[in-house]
């Protein structure tokens, strides 16, 4: 049986967590999806060769506005940060109205996720770490071959799993982050991100990247995901303030700026999202 022939389909590219175009990370939605396999969305996220591609369908929970299913190069993630806020920018942007005052509901493979508009940005409230805790010796170890350091330069490293499998390690400062040359043969499989503080007065109070082995793209520009996940060990061991800016992508020439806010029970990450290409695809 032959597959069904391809139709056009509304398509966004948008950048995000940069206030200026094209210097935050891309994201590729595909507005109408329905009727696509798994396979044929797998497809065409490792063809558009950015680090992650999303589907937006009718949801299936009630309440919910929209589900998403977003998409690597290589694997499906229940969840991830700058996919939320590009596709809920993307789904208003294409017309959707909100079932609930103040909030879009995201539906996903992590469940629901609540996305809000703050002072002049889109932010989502973080998803509870499904694990969270000291890695192991023998993974440090390996932490440290991996980021070129020895293990004395890692402060403290933990387990921050909210969708991706990230492994969160403190180091010192902003500068000794930025300075990091890292071993991905030496990394393995290990989805790392660093984190460490900017001197009073700099535009940012910490400085944050993440690796990603084995991918196409081996440093993410901005990760929402991840700076959830930070944010969420940070400040429950008071080392970040309750509101603070996290800077991302700077060694790759990007201006990503993650606006961190604890609110009541939730953990709130904001950004500029930018639609920078609009058309259609056929798919």
Not at 7 to 29: C, I, K, M, T, W
């Amino acid at each position: 049986m032959s597959s069904p022939s391809p139709r056009s389909r509304p398509f966004h590219q948008v950048d995000v967590f940069s206030r200026e175009p094209y210097r935050g990370n891309p994201l590729a939605v595909v507005v109408d999806a329905e009727g696509l396999s798994a396979e044929q969305m797998q497809q065409f996220a490792n063809w558009t060769n950015l680090s992650e591609t999303t589907f937006l369908l009718p949801p299936t929970d009630p309440r919910a506005d929209y589900r998403v299913r977003i998409f690597t190069g290589s694997e499906e993630f229940p969840f991830a940060g700058h996919p939320t806020l590009g596709s809920a920018h993307t789904w208003l942007e294409s017309g959707g109205v909100p079932k609930s005052a103040g909030f879009v509901v995201q539906e996903c493979g992590a469940g629901l996720v609540r996305v809000k508009h703050d002072a002049g940005r889109l932010a989502f409230a973080a998803p509870p770490l499904t694990r969270f805790g000291t890695v192991e010796d023998t993974l440090r170890r390996q932490l440290a071959a991996g980021l070129r350091l020895p293990e004395a330069g890692i402060l403290d490293a933990s387990w921050l799993v909210n969708g991706p499998e990230w492994i969160g390690v403190l180091l010192e400062s902003a500068e000794q982050v930025l300075a990091v040359q890292p071993d991905f043969a030496a990394m393995g499989a290990l989805k790392v991100g660093i984190v460490g503080a900017h001197k009073p007065g700099a535009d940012a109070d910490f400085e944050v990247r993440t690796f990603l082995p084995g991918d196409a793209i081996t440093e993410d520009p901005v990760t929402g995901s991840f700076n959830a996940g930070v944010a969420q060990w940070l400040m429950s061991s008071n080392r970040a303030p309750a509101e603070y800016v996290a800077a991302q992508g700077t060694v790759l020439g990007r201006t990503g700026r993650l606006h961190i806010k604890a609110e009541d029970a939730d953990i709130w990450v904001g950004g500029h999202s930018t639609t920078c290409i609009l058309g259609s695809v056929l798919l």
